[in-house]
């Protein structure tokens, strides 16, 4: 890419930061992350022009790159923090990923379609991006690499699985247990939900904004 062109992209992320912040980001990790992740890495060149709107794109096989409105909400709601473990179910095109290591996580990442999976993994390895990834299905978690600081689900789910709550660390002295954001509701609209775990087997949630996210597979796509 030439040197008109990375300047180019910048003066664009740049913008879209604004933007962010205008329709009331506040937390200024996040917003420093997704103005240093090159978003148009992310999709196909065929999208470039559009690739810092504040909007989702395709990414093929009926799957998108969320809204950066919508990944700025969910790692705001997360605010990991230097060094922690983060589970992300759904890696899609990579970007959600990126933006949580920018903000210094150690990101795990499960996705479910093996043609996505087979693109995104070595992307993210050639733009420097350290997440660990897997080919799999979310909705089980990571049972070996748990407990999680964080958890973040990326489509939408029908309910909280159960599953990714016991894989949550649990609360310690003065630190509080691990925390997942996940969208949850019917197919039409889901409900940003942030649900926090705060003993072996009770949790508290609180409800945010309603989004539109693609569902979550169960096991029978490939
Ligand atoms: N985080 C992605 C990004 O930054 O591009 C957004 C991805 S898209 C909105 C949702 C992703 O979740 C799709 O790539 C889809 O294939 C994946 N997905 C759906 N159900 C899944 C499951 N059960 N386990 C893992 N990934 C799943």
Known sequence: ?????????????????????????????????????????????????????????????????????????QSQALAPLRDERILEIGTGSGYQAAVLCEMGARVFSIERMRALYDRTKPLLKSLGYRVTTMFGDGMEGWGSMAPFDGIIVTAGAQEVPEV???QLRLPEGMKSGGRMIIPVGPREEQVMTLVVRTD??????????????????????G
């Open 1 to 73: 890419m030439s040197m008109n062109e990375d300047w180019k992209f910048e003066r664009r992320r740049n913008r879209l930061v604004d933007e962010l912040r205008e329709k009331g980001i506040v937390n200024e990790k996040v917003l420093a992350a997704i103005g240093r992740v090159p978003r148009h890495e992310f999709v196909d060149q065929a999208f470039h022009a559009r690739a810092y709107n504040d909007e989702a794109l395709p990414i093929g096989l009926k799957q998108t790159i969320s809204q950066p409105f919508t990944v700025a909400i």
């Open 164 to 166: 990714l709550l016991q």
């Open 200 to 221: 072996v087997n009770s949790f508290e949630s609180v409800e945010l904004e309603t989004f539109r996210f693609v569902p979550l597979l169960g096991n029978t796509v």
